[in-house]
């Protein structure tokens, strides 16, 4: 992730109580029509974390671009999202997002080991 025309971002959801596992299962099973709109949409690298006892979720992303406010979301991204409605604590018809301000970034260079990460 050594390109510095990436745009990292990180945020926190939180799972609805007794719905964690529903959550994974559900990731688990990902659309691949889901994942095709997601790289259409930029992204190049999408990792998520749960914190089971407190049902948080910490979202952690980096994409080709920011994404344009002006550009529609895929259809399919807007279905995903109401998918996971009765698992997420939702704001109206978006989940309960609380972004994350980046503060530190560091990168390691492995020697070329596959999936290396290099100095930026």
């Known amino acids: ?6 745009h990292v971002s990180g945020f926190v959801l939180r799972v ?5 596992e529903e ?7 990902i659309w691949p ?3 095709r709109a997601l790289r259409a949409s930029g992204v190049v690298s999408y990792d998520i974390f749960l914190n089971e006892p407190n ?19 895929d259809p399919v991204i807007i279905r995903w999202r109401g ?13 309960l997002r609380e972004p994350l301000e980046h ?8 020697g070329g080991h596959p999936g290396a990460v290099r100095d930026a």
């Open 1 to 6: 992730m050594g390109d510095r025309g990436l």
């Open 16 to 20: 609805r109580p007794g719905k964690t």
């Open 23 to 29: 959550y994974k299962r559900r990731h688990a099973e």
């Open 33 to 35: 029509e889901m994942l």
């Open 55 to 73: 049902r948080m979720v910490f979202g952690h992303l980096f994409r080709r671009h920011a994404l344009d406010p002006n550009v529609p979301e």
């Open 83 to 95: 998918y996971m409605a009765d698992v997420l604590e939702m704001a109206g018809d978006q989940p």
């Open 103 to 110: 503060v530190f970034h560091m990168e390691f260079d492995t």
